[in-house]
C-alpha cells in the first residue's frame, strides 16, 4: 500500500465577491496523492485549478472540507506543524515575472527561505545559494544580479530553486510552464523531473497543456467549473477518456504531427465555458455537453469510481 | 497547394531596428518571403524572435520611432507599398489587409457597441446603404458563430468572452473581405475546446472566401493543423522555411530539431526525457557575427560562430541557413543522422530523404 | 563557398556563454537614475534645487548685514550693488531675509512632508495590510477627515498649540497624511495579490518579513512620487499660513511671511514682493517638474 502524502476530502472554497454574489471557485473536490508521484490536474481558465493548488498550500482559508498532509490536518496544526508544512510544501507559479519580488536580488531571493526557517548563515548559506544556482542550472555570477535581468526560463529555475532551498517535500506546481517557449518548457519540465527523481520530491502539477500533464504526470485529474470530473491514471486518461468534457478537451488539442492532425476527429463544443457565477443545475457541464439529458440537470453526478482508479462524475458513463 | 497561384504579398530582404538607450536592438535582421492567393503561411519561433515585429511591420503599426525600417519591400498584390504613410495605410487596412492579435480586448473599443464596430470599417470602405451594412454586419457574426446576432450586436464588448471577442475581431477584420489577414497568436489567450473553435472558423474562412493568411503562433499543434508553408524564426531571422512535410518530417535545421524535439511525444509509450535547448537566444543589441542559435546548437561548428549561413534550397520551397549541409560537413551531419531522426513520428520518416 | 575544411571541426554547444547575461548589470536605482538624468527639466529642477539648498546654507554668510537686524538709516532701498536684493521697511537686508526664509520654508517643507508620509504609511499599510473591518473603520476616517476643510483643522492646531515652526509642521502633516495613506493602502492592497507576495507567504513569511521586505520596497517608488508632491505642497501652506498672518512671526522669516509684507507696500516697492514671490513660484516648479520626472522614471511599465 502506497502512503498518502496529501489528502483532500470535499474541498471547498468560495469567495464573497463584493458585489454580494458568491463565486464558488472550488466546490466539493476530494482526491489523494501519493507520495513520490506527480499528480496533474487540468482544466481551462477559471476552473479552479490555482485555487484549489493554494488551498491545499494553506494559503486561503478554505469555507468546507479538509486538507491533510502527512496525516496532519493542515487547518488544526499548531504553530510549529505549520512552519514546518510551509517549509515541507512549496509552490512554483505560473508568471515568471510576477513571482518574484523585483526589488530583491537572486541570492536574496533564494536564501530567503532559508532566513526565514533559519536553516543556515553566513558563508554556509552562500555555498547553498551556489549550490542551488548549480542544481538549476545558473551561473554563481548570477548571484547578485535582479530578476528582470533573466529570461522566462531563467526566472522560473530562480523560482525553483527558491522553493528547493527548503528542502520541501510536496510541490504544488501552477502552470510553470505556460508562460514560457516551447524550447524552455522542456528545459523546466526535464529539470523538475531530475529533482523528482534526485530528491524523491511528491508534485501536483498544475497545467492546462494536456501534453506536457501526460508527459510528466502519473494520475491526472480534470477539473471544470470547479469539481473535479474524471481522474485516472496517465494512460487510462489519454486513451481511455469516459467523460464527454475529457473527451472534448483531448480531441481539441492540436497534434504537432500533420498527418496524425489530418487523421484527428475533433469533437467541437458548443458554447463557451459558464461564468462560474452562474454554475447550470445538476451536471455543470450539461449545456455544453454532446450527450447531455433531461437528467442531467436534476443532480450533481457523484464522482464515482467506474473502473480501476478511475473516476468519473457523469451519469452517462 | 495550387500551384501558379497569384502572389498576395511579398516581403523582400525586410530589415527593423528599434533604437534604444542600450543601442540599437535590431529586432528583423533580412526576412524574405511570399503568400500565395489562399494560402495559409504560419510563422513559428522563440519569443523574441521578431513575429509581431514582422507582422506589425508590414501593417506599418510599428511606432516610428523607435522603430525603423532599414530596408527592404513589401508588395502587396504587385504594388509596392514600402513607402506608404499613415494615410494610405489606413485605405489598405481593412479592405485589403487586416489583422487581429493576441488580446482582443485591446483592439476593441470598450465604449462602443460591437455592431458599429463591425460596420465602422464598412463605412469606410465601402458605399453600401445603411439597411445593407446592418444586414451584413448580422451576417458576419452569423458567419463566426456568434448565436443570436441581432441582440449580440447591440452589445459591447466587455459582455462577451474571450473567445466571443476573439470572434468579433475576426468579424471586424473580414468585413471588407480582405485579401490578407495577420493573425497574431489568436488563439494563445484562449482555452482549447474554444481554440478549436476559432481554428476551425479560420480555416473554414480560409477555404470558402480564398482570405491569404499570416499565422503567427508558438504552438507547433496548430501549424500542424493550420499551415501550408511554415516559417521558423530565430533572432530576427528565418533560419527555415518549408511545407508541412518538410519541417515536420525532414527538417534541416537544428533549432527546428530542437523544437521539434522539445514536444512531448505522444505516439510512443517510452517516457524519455524531453530533448531540452539549453541557454537563451542572443541580444539583439549586438548579434553575434557568424549563425545566431550557435551558442545553443549541439553541432556548432568553428565557421559557425565566424560566417553567417546563407539560405540554401532543399528541395521546392524547403530552405534552410545551416553550415551543417556544407559539402565540407557531410561527414559529420552523415555521422549524426545515422544516430537520430529529428522530425516527429519517430522512425518511419528518418532518413527519408536525409541530406536532401 | 570556400572555407577551408578544418573549420567545420565540430565544437558543440558553449552552455556557458549560452546563458552569460550580456547587458551590464543594472540595479532598479540606477536604472532609475539613467532614465530621470536622461529628463531635461528634471535634472534642470534637480540642479535648481540643490543650487537653492547650498544657498540657503551659505546665502546669508555672504554680506555683512544680518537678515533680523534693523538698520533705519538705509529702509526700502531698492536692488542693487549695495543691497542685492534691496531691502525692507525696517532696513533688513532682502538678500538675507530671502535665504533665511529658504531655511525655514524649506524645512517646513520637508519635515511636514516626511512627516506625513511616515504616518500615511504606516496607517495605509497597515489599513491594506489587514483589509476587513480595521481597514473599513480606517478608511471611514479618512474620508471624515478628508470632508472637513482643512484650514479650519490647522486654525485650531494653531490656536492651542501657538504659532512657530513646529506647530505648522505638524497642521500641516496632520492634514496631509490622508491623501498618503489612501494611496499606501491602494497600492498594499493591490500587491498583496501578486504572485511574489504569495510566493512569500507560501514559503512562510511572517508580516514583518512581508511588511518590510516585500510589500514596503515596493510601494517605495509611489511614495517617493507624493513625496516630492507633499513636499511643494507643504512649502505653500506654509506661505498661505504666513500669508494670511497665521504662520510664522517676525523677526524669523518664511517666504510666505515675506511676501506678505512685500503685499503691503506692492505698489510703492514691487521688488518686495516680487523677489519672494518668484522664488516660491520656481520653487514650486522646480519640484514638481522634478517630481514628474521621478514618476516617469519609477514607472515600471516604462521599464523593459
Ligand atoms: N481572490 C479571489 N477573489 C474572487 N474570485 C477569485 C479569487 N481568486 C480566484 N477567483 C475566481 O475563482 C475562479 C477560479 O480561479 P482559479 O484561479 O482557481 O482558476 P484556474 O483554473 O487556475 O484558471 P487559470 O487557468 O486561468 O489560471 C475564477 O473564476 C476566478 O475568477
Ligand atoms: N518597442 C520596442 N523597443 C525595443 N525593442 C523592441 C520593441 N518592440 C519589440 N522589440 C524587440 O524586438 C524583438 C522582436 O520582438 P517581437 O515582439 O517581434 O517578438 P515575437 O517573436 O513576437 O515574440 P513573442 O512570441 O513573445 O510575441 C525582441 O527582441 C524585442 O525585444
Ligand atoms: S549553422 Fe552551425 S550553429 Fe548554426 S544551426 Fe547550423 S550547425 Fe548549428
Ligand atoms: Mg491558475
Ligand atoms: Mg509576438
Same mark, same amino acid.
Not at chain 1, 95 to 105: A, F, H, I, Q
Not at chain 2, 92 to 119: E, Y
Given at each position: 500500500m502506497?502512503?498518502k502524502? /496529501?489528502?483532500?476530502?470535499?474541498?471547498?472554497?468560495?469567495f464573497?465577491?463584493?458585489?454580494?454574489?458568491? /463565486?464558488?471557485a472550488?466546490?466539493?473536490?476530494?482526491?489523494?496523492?501519493?507520495e513520490?508521484e506527480t499528480?496533474?490536474?487540468?482544466?481551462?481558465?477559471?476552473? #479552479?485549478?490555482?485555487?484549489?493548488?493554494?488551498?491545499?498550500?494553506?494559503?486561503?482559508?478554505?469555507?468546507?472540507?479538509?486538507?491533510?498532509?502527512?496525516?496532519?490536518?493542515i487547518?488544526?496544526?499548531?504553530?510549529?506543524?505549520r512552519?514546518?508544512?510551509?517549509?515541507?510544501?512549496?509552490m512554483?507559479?505560473?508568471?515568471?515575472?510576477?513571482?518574484?519580488?523585483?526589488r530583491?536580488?537572486?541570492?536574496?531571493?533564494?536564501?530567503?527561505?532559508?532566513?526565514?526557517?533559519?536553516?543556515?548563515?553566513?558563508?554556509?548559506?552562500v555555498?547553498?545559494?551556489?549550490e542551488?544556482l548549480?542544481?538549476?542550472?545558473?551561473?554563481?555570477?548570477?548571484?547578485n544580479?535582479?530578476?528582470?535581468e533573466?529570461?522566462?526560463?531563467?526566472?522560473?529555475?530562480? #523560482?525553483?530553486a527558491?522553493a528547493?532551498?527548503?528542502?520541501?517535500?510536496?510541490?504544488?506546481c501552477?502552470?510553470? =510552464?505556460?508562460?514560457?517557449d516551447?524550447?524552455?518548457?522542456?528545459?523546466?519540465?526535464?529539470?523538475?523531473?531530475?529533482?523528482?527523481?534526485?530528491f524523491?520530491?511528491?508534485?501536483l502539477?498544475?497545467?492546462?497543456?494536456?501534453?506536457?500533464?501526460?508527459?510528466?504526470?502519473?494520475?491526472?485529474?480534470? *477539473?471544470?467549473?470547479? +469539481?473535479?470530473? !474524471?481522474?485516472?491514471?496517465t494512460?487510462?486518461?489519454?486513451t481511455n477518456?469516459?467523460?464527454?468534457?475529457? @473527451? &472534448?478537451?483531448i480531441?481539441a488539442?492540436?497534434?504537432p504531427?500533420?498527418?496524425?492532425?489530418e487523421?484527428?476527429e475533433?469533437?467541437y463544443?458548443k458554447?463557451?465555458?459558464?461564468?462560474p457565477?452562474?454554475? $447550470?443545475?445538476?451536471?455543470?457541464?450539461?449545456?455544453?455537453?454532446?450527450?447531455?439529458?433531461k437528467?442531467?440537470?436534476?443532480?450533481?453526478p457523484?464522482?464515482?469510481? +467506474?473502473?480501476?482508479?478511475?473516476?468519473?462524475?457523469?451519469?452517462?458513463? | 497547394?495550387?500551384?501558379?497561384?497569384? +502572389?498576395? /504579398?511579398?516581403?523582400?530582404?525586410?530589415?527593423?531596428?528599434?533604437?534604444?538607450?542600450?543601442?540599437?536592438?535590431?529586432?528583423i535582421? #533580412?526576412i524574405s518571403?511570399?503568400?500565395?492567393?489562399? !494560402?495559409?503561411?504560419?510563422?513559428?519561433?522563440?519569443?523574441?524572435?521578431?513575429?509581431?515585429?514582422?507582422?506589425?511591420?508590414?501593417?506599418?503599426?510599428?511606432?516610428?520611432?523607435?522603430?525603423?525600417?532599414?530596408?527592404g519591400?513589401?508588395?502587396?498584390?504587385?504594388?509596392?507599398?514600402?513607402?506608404?504613410n499613415?494615410?494610405q495605410?489606413?485605405?489598405l487596412?481593412?479592405?485589403?489587409?487586416?489583422?487581429?492579435?493576441?488580446?482582443?480586448?485591446?483592439?476593441l473599443?470598450?465604449?462602443m457597441k460591437?455592431?458599429?464596430?463591425?460596420?465602422?470599417?464598412?463605412?469606410?470602405?465601402?458605399n453600401?446603404?445603411?439597411?445593407?451594412?446592418?444586414?451584413?454586419?448580422i451576417?458576419?457574426?452569423?458567419?463566426?458563430?456568434i448565436p443570436?446576432?441581432?441582440?449580440?450586436?447591440?452589445?459591447?464588448?466587455?459582455?462577451?468572452s474571450?473567445?466571443?471577442?476573439?470572434r468579433?475581431?475576426?468579424?471586424i477584420?473580414?468585413?471588407?473581405?480582405?485579401?490578407?489577414l495577420? &493573425?497574431d497568436?489568436?488563439?494563445?489567450?484562449?482555452?482549447?475546446?474554444i481554440q478549436?473553435? =476559432?481554428? @476551425?472558423?479560420?480555416?473554414?474562412?480560409?477555404?470558402e472566401?480564398?482570405?491569404?493568411?499570416?499565422?503567427?503562433?508558438?504552438?507547433?499543434?496548430?501549424?500542424?493543423?493550420?499551415?501550408?508553408?511554415?516559417?521558423?524564426?530565430?533572432?530576427g531571422k528565418?533560419?527555415?522555411?518549408?511545407n508541412?512535410?518538410?519541417?515536420?518530417?525532414? $527538417?534541416k535545421?537544428p533549432?527546428?530539431w530542437?523544437?521539434?524535439?522539445?514536444?512531448p511525444?505522444?505516439?510512443?509509450?517510452?517516457? !524519455?526525457?524531453?530533448?531540452?535547448?539549453?541557454?537563451?537566444?542572443?541580444?539583439?543589441?549586438?548579434?553575434?557575427?557568424?549563425?545566431?542559435?550557435?551558442?545553443?546548437?549541439?553541432?556548432? *561548428?568553428?565557421?559557425? /560562430?565566424?560566417?553567417d549561413p546563407?539560405?540554401?534550397?532543399?528541395? !521546392?520551397?524547403?530552405?534552410a541557413?545551416?553550415w551543417?549541409?556544407?559539402?565540407?560537413a557531410?561527414?559529420?551531419?552523415?555521422?549524426?543522422?545515422? +544516430?537520430h531522426?529529428?522530425?516527429?513520428g519517430?522512425?518511419?520518416?528518418a532518413n527519408?530523404?536525409?541530406?536532401? | 563557398?570556400?572555407?577551408a575544411?578544418?573549420?567545420f571541426?565540430?565544437?558543440?554547444?558553449?552552455?556557458?556563454?549560452?546563458?552569460?547575461?550580456t547587458?551590464?548589470?543594472d540595479?532598479?536605482?540606477k536604472d532609475?537614475?539613467?532614465?530621470?538624468s536622461?529628463?531635461?527639466a528634471?535634472?534642470?529642477s534637480l540642479?535648481f534645487?540643490?543650487?537653492?539648498?547650498?544657498?540657503?546654507?551659505?546665502?546669508?554668510?555672504m554680506? $555683512?548685514?544680518?537678515?533680523?537686524?534693523?538698520?533705519?538709516?538705509?529702509?526700502?532701498q531698492s536692488?542693487?550693488?549695495?543691497?542685492?536684493?534691496?531691502t525692507?521697511?525696517?532696513?533688513?537686508?532682502l538678500?538675507d531675509?530671502?535665504?533665511?526664509?529658504?531655511?525655514?520654508?524649506?524645512?517646513?517643507?520637508f519635515? &511636514?512632508?516626511?512627516?506625513?508620509t511616515?504616518?500615511?504609511?504606516?496607517i495605509? #499599510?497597515?489599513?491594506?495590510?489587514?483589509?476587513?473591518?480595521?481597514d473599513?473603520?480606517i478608511?471611514?476616517? =479618512?474620508?471624515?477627515?478628508i470632508?472637513? %476643510?482643512?484650514?479650519?483643522?490647522?486654525i485650531?492646531i494653531m490656536?492651542?498649540?501657538?504659532?512657530?515652526?513646529v506647530?505648522?509642521? =505638524?497642521?500641516?502633516?496632520?492634514?496631509?497624511?490622508?491623501?498618503?495613506?489612501?494611496?499606501?493602502?491602494?497600492q498594499?492592497?493591490?500587491?498583496?495579490?501578486?504572485?511574489f507576495?504569495?510566493?512569500a507567504?507560501?514559503?512562510?513569511?511572517?508580516?514583518l518579513?512581508l511588511?518590510f521586505k516585500?510589500?514596503?520596497?515596493?510601494t517605495l517608488?509611489?511614495?517617493?512620487?507624493?513625496?516630492?508632491?507633499?513636499?511643494p505642497?507643504?512649502?505653500?501652506?506654509?506661505a498661505?499660513?504666513?500669508?494670511?498672518g497665521?504662520?510664522?512671526k517676525? %523677526?524669523?522669516t518664511?517666504?510666505?511671511?515675506?511676501?506678505?509684507i512685500?503685499?503691503?507696500?506692492?505698489?510703492?516697492?514691487?521688488?518686495?514682493?516680487?523677489?519672494?514671490?518668484?522664488?516660491?513660484?520656481?520653487?514650486?516648479? &522646480?519640484l514638481?517638474?522634478f517630481g514628474?520626472?521621478?514618476?516617469d522614471?519609477?514607472?515600471?511599465k516604462?521599464?523593459?
Amino acid at each position: 500500500m502506497r502512503t498518502k502524502m /496529501l489528502e483532500v476530502e470535499g474541498l471547498k472554497k468560495h469567495f464573497h465577491l463584493s458585489g454580494g454574489g458568491v /463565486l464558488k471557485a472550488v466546490d466539493d473536490v476530494s482526491f489523494y496523492v501519493y507520495e513520490g508521484e506527480t499528480l496533474g490536474i487540468v482544466g481551462e481558465s477559471g476552473c #479552479g485549478k490555482s485555487t484549489t493548488g493554494r488551498a491545499v498550500k494553506g494559503i486561503y482559508g478554505i469555507t468546507e472540507g479538509k486538507v491533510t498532509f502527512n496525516g496532519k490536518n493542515i487547518t488544526s496544526m499548531n504553530k510549529r506543524e505549520r512552519k514546518q508544512f510551509a517549509r515541507d510544501a512549496q509552490m512554483i507559479f505560473q508568471d515568471p515575472y510576477s513571482s518574484l519580488n523585483p526589488r530583491m536580488t537572486v541570492g536574496e531571493l533564494i536564501g530567503e527561505g532559508i532566513d526565514i526557517h533559519g536553516l543556515m548563515r553566513g558563508k554556509k548559506k552562500v555555498k547553498r545559494i551556489y549550490e542551488l544556482l548549480d542544481l538549476v542550472g545558473l551561473n554563481k555570477e548570477h548571484i547578485n544580479r535582479f530578476p528582470h535581468e533573466f529570461s522566462g526560463g531563467q526566472r522560473q529555475r530562480i #523560482g525553483i530553486a527558491r522553493a528547493l532551498a527548503v528542502d520541501p517535500k510536496f510541490i504544488v506546481c501552477d502552470e510553470p =510552464i505556460s508562460a514560457l517557449d516551447v524550447s524552455i518548457q522542456a528545459q523546466v519540465i526535464n529539470l523538475l523531473e531530475d529533482l523528482q527523481r534526485e530528491f524523491q520530491l511528491t508534485y501536483l502539477f498544475i497545467a492546462h497543456d494536456l501534453s506536457m500533464v501526460r508527459h510528466i504526470s502519473d494520475r491526472v485529474g480534470v *477539473m471544470y467549473l470547479g +469539481k473535479l470530473i !474524471e481522474m485516472a491514471s496517465t494512460e487510462e486518461l489519454f486513451t481511455n477518456p469516459m467523460h464527454p468534457y475529457t @473527451k &472534448a478537451l483531448i480531441s481539441a488539442i492540436p497534434v504537432p504531427d500533420p498527418i496524425q492532425e489530418e487523421k484527428r476527429e475533433t469533437i467541437y463544443l458548443k458554447g463557451d465555458l459558464p461564468s462560474p457565477m452562474n454554475v $447550470p443545475s445538476g451536471c455543470p457541464f450539461r449545456n455544453r455537453c454532446p450527450i447531455a439529458t433531461k437528467e442531467c440537470a436534476e443532480e450533481v453526478p457523484a464522482f464515482e469510481e +467506474k473502473t480501476d482508479g478511475h473516476r468519473v462524475a457523469c451519469i452517462h458513463v | 497547394m495550387e500551384n501558379e497561384n497569384k +502572389k498576395v /504579398l511579398e516581403v523582400e530582404d525586410l530589415r527593423i531596428s528599434f533604437d534604444t538607450y542600450a543601442g540599437e536592438v535590431q529586432a528583423i535582421r #533580412g526576412i524574405s518571403f511570399d503568400v500565395k492567393e489562399g !494560402e495559409v503561411v504560419a510563422i513559428v519561433g522563440e519569443s523574441g524572435s521578431g513575429k509581431s515585429v514582422t507582422s506589425q511591420g508590414i501593417m506599418k503599426l510599428l511606432p516610428t520611432p523607435p522603430a525603423r525600417y532599414k530596408s527592404g519591400a513589401i508588395r502587396l498584390e504587385g504594388k509596392d507599398i514600402t513607402g506608404y504613410n499613415r494615410k494610405q495605410m489606413e485605405k489598405l487596412k481593412g479592405s485589403k489587409m487586416a489583422m487581429i492579435f493576441q488580446d482582443p480586448m485591446t483592439s476593441l473599443n470598450p465604449t462602443m457597441k460591437v455592431g458599429r464596430q463591425i460596420a465602422e470599417g464598412l463605412k469606410k470602405h465601402t458605399n453600401l446603404s445603411k439597411d445593407k451594412i446592418h444586414s451584413r454586419v448580422i451576417e458576419l457574426l452569423t458567419m463566426v458563430g456568434i448565436p443570436d446576432p441581432d441582440d449580440r450586436a447591440n452589445r459591447y464588448p466587455h459582455e462577451f468572452s474571450g473567445g466571443m471577442r476573439q470572434r468579433v475581431m475576426i468579424a471586424i477584420a473580414l468585413a471588407c473581405e480582405p485579401k490578407l489577414l495577420i &493573425a497574431d497568436e489568436p488563439t494563445t489567450a484562449l482555452d482549447v475546446t474554444i481554440q478549436a473553435q =476559432i481554428l @476551425k472558423l479560420m480555416d473554414k474562412l480560409n477555404e470558402e472566401t480564398g482570405t491569404s493568411i499570416i499565422l503567427i503562433t508558438h504552438d507547433l499543434g496548430v501549424v500542424a493543423k493550420m499551415a501550408d508553408r511554415i516559417i521558423v524564426m530565430y533572432a530576427g531571422k528565418p533560419v527555415e522555411t518549408g511545407n508541412k512535410h518538410d519541417i515536420f518530417y525532414n $527538417p534541416k535545421h537544428p533549432y527546428t530539431w530542437g523544437l521539434l524535439g522539445a514536444l512531448p511525444r505522444v505516439d510512443t509509450d517510452k517516457k !524519455e526525457p524531453l530533448k531540452s535547448i539549453s541557454g537563451t537566444p542572443p541580444d539583439l543589441i549586438s548579434p553575434p557575427k557568424g549563425c545566431a542559435f550557435a551558442n545553443r546548437c549541439e553541432h556548432a *561548428m568553428e565557421v559557425c /560562430l565566424e560566417h553567417d549561413p546563407a539560405m540554401q534550397e532543399y528541395g !521546392e520551397g524547403h530552405t534552410a541557413a545551416c553550415w551543417l549541409h556544407h559539402p565540407n560537413a557531410k561527414e559529420y551531419l552523415d555521422q549524426i543522422m545515422e +544516430k537520430h531522426s529529428f522530425g516527429v513520428g519517430g522512425e518511419k520518416y528518418a532518413n527519408q530523404n536525409a541530406g536532401g | 563557398m570556400d572555407i577551408a575544411k578544418e573549420k567545420f571541426r565540430h565544437v558543440g554547444k558553449d552552455n556557458e556563454k549560452g546563458e552569460l547575461i550580456t547587458r551590464k548589470s543594472d540595479s532598479f536605482w540606477k536604472d532609475v537614475w539613467r532614465r530621470l538624468s536622461g529628463n531635461k527639466a528634471a535634472m534642470f529642477s534637480l540642479v535648481f534645487l540643490v543650487l537653492l539648498l547650498i544657498m540657503a546654507i551659505v546665502g546669508p554668510m555672504m554680506t $555683512p548685514q544680518s537678515y533680523n537686524v534693523n538698520d533705519l538709516m538705509n529702509t526700502n532701498q531698492s536692488p542693487g550693488k549695495e543691497h542685492w536684493f534691496g531691502t525692507d521697511s525696517l532696513g533688513r537686508e532682502l538678500w538675507d531675509r530671502v535665504w533665511i526664509g529658504a531655511r525655514v520654508s524649506i524645512a517646513i517643507g520637508f519635515m &511636514a512632508a516626511i512627516f506625513q508620509t511616515i504616518i500615511g504609511l504606516i496607517i495605509g #499599510g497597515i489599513a491594506g495590510f489587514y483589509g476587513g473591518r480595521l481597514d473599513m473603520f480606517i478608511m471611514r476616517f =479618512i474620508d471624515v477627515m478628508i470632508s472637513i %476643510p482643512y484650514l479650519i483643522f490647522v486654525i485650531l492646531i494653531m490656536v492651542i498649540m501657538g504659532s512657530g515652526i513646529v506647530p505648522i509642521v =505638524i497642521a500641516i502633516a496632520l492634514t496631509g497624511w490622508l491623501e498618503m495613506a489612501r494611496l499606501v493602502r491602494g497600492q498594499i492592497m493591490q500587491l498583496k495579490n501578486e504572485e511574489f507576495i504569495i510566493s512569500a507567504v507560501s514559503l512562510g513569511a511572517g508580516s514583518l518579513r512581508l511588511i518590510f521586505k516585500h510589500l514596503i520596497p515596493n510601494t517605495l517608488g509611489v511614495v517617493i512620487v507624493s513625496l516630492t508632491v507633499a513636499i511643494p505642497n507643504a512649502i505653500f501652506a506654509e506661505a498661505f499660513l504666513s500669508f494670511i498672518g497665521i504662520g510664522i512671526k517676525p %523677526p524669523m522669516t518664511s517666504w510666505g511671511q515675506l511676501a506678505d509684507i512685500g503685499m503691503q507696500v506692492m505698489q510703492v516697492y514691487p521688488y518686495q514682493l516680487l523677489i519672494p514671490a518668484v522664488f516660491i513660484s520656481l520653487t514650486m516648479l &522646480a519640484l514638481q517638474l522634478f517630481g514628474d520626472g521621478l514618476r516617469d522614471a519609477l514607472d515600471p511599465k516604462l521599464r523593459k
